[in-house]
């Protein structure tokens, strides 16, 4: 499976503001995933992130609020812009395994926003 | 677009007794996969059905695929202090995954 590393591990920020959360993996993959939990939920998809391409998001998910790079196929980010106390929540990055479908997720991004 | 339910949304046990979680398709699904996430950890990923009827076994873990290929199940035998954690089944929609809702199990020992 790949190491898969995110930055920040968590994160504070007033409303308003915006945050780059960062995704690096320890080998080349096609496709990346981002992803929001809140507390005690499932996973929702945010976006699917290919090298190359624009992100296509999701429904309920715009490119104007989650700006997505994808530079190189080891890395890539997610902003969350303009942020407001309903942001708060984990954001995961996960990638697949060659053609498998399998999923295999980063240490996620705990954000709140005050 | 394609949902899986998964029941029950908790369940707490004694240690030592038997678990299981299960998801349910109202459509023919390709493939399931059961995903692990620890309190304040992130989903891993357990293990990925295909066939009709399958059955995988790890250590006390048993995934099962129905016949129909519309449900799964996760069966915990003689569940540890180590099981806790939330449990989600995931169905491939295209390239993307759709996730349950999810079953959290607290253990009692």
């Known amino acids: 499976s790949a190491v898969i590393s995110q930055k920040p591990s968590r994160d504070i920020c007033q409303r308003g503001t915006s945050l780059t959360i960062q995704c690096q993996v320890d080998s080349q993959v096609t496709m990346m995933f981002w992803y929001r939990q809140q507390p005690g939920q499932s996973l929702t998809l945010i976006a699917t992130a290919n090298q190359g391409s624009e992100a296509t998001y999701e429904s309920g998910f715009v490119i104007d609020k989650f700006p997505i790079s994808r530079p190189n196929l080891t890395f890539s980010t997610l902003t969350v812009s303009n942020m407001s106390p309903e942001d708060s929540s984990i954001y995961l990055c996960?990638?697949?395994?060659?053609?498998?479908?399998?999923?295999?997720f980063g240490p996620g991004t705990r954000l709140t926003v005050t | 677009g394609q949902q899986v339910m998964q029941i029950p949304q908790y369940q707490h046990v004694q240690e030592g007794e038997d678990f299981t979680t299960y998801c349910n398709s109202s459509t023919t699904l390709s493939n399931i996969q059961w995903y692990k996430q620890r309190p304040g950890g992130h989903p891993v990923f357990l293990i990925q059905l295909v066939k009709s009827g399958e059955v995988k076994k790890q250590k006390r873990l048993t995934f099962q695929f129905g016949e129909a290929k519309k449900n799964s199940s996760l069966h915990i035998t003689a569940t540890q202090t180590t099981d806790v954690g939330t449990y989600f089944c995931a169905v491939s929609r295209g390239n993307k995954l759709v996730f349950g809702a999810g079953t959290i199990l607290r253990v009692k020992s």
């Open positions: 996960s990638v697949e395994r060659g053609g498998t479908y399998e999923q295999y």
